[in-house]
């Protein structure tokens, strides 16, 4: 399974997840860091919205929602194993 984060340095918000996120054990991932100021698409879309975490599906890529940046890393892991489950339903 692929994660993908759109960031762009200095975003303190964006390192703040990406460190939560590299820290989660289960559920098992891969992490993608996504630099918008590297594509001006990705730019476009996401200069408002960052951090954007989305999920690589077969079909494309799927917006996960946006998680507080208080939560824990148990409780983000706990949040995005939970979203994973229902993702895997659809």
């Known amino acids: 399974m692929r ?5 762009k340095p200095g975003c303190h ?3 703040g997840l990406e460190g939560k996120l590299k820290q989660i054990k ?4 891969n992490l993608e860091i996504r630099d918008i100021t ?6 476009t ?7 954007v975490l989305r999920l690589q599906l077969p079909q494309g890529e799927k917006t996960i929602p946006r998680f ?3 939560l824990s ?3 983000l892991a706990q949040q995005l194993d939970k ?3 229902l993702s895997d339903e659809d």
């Open 38 to 43: 590297t594509r001006e698409e990705w730019f």
């Open 73 to 75: 890393v148990e409780r």
């Open 26 to 29: 289960t559920p098992q991932f």
């Open 3 to 7: 994660l993908i984060l759109y960031s």
């Open 13 to 15: 918000l964006c390192e």
């Open 45 to 51: 879309a996401y200069q408002y919205e960052i951090p």
């Open 83 to 85: 979203y994973l489950q």
């Open 68 to 70: 507080s940046p208080r």
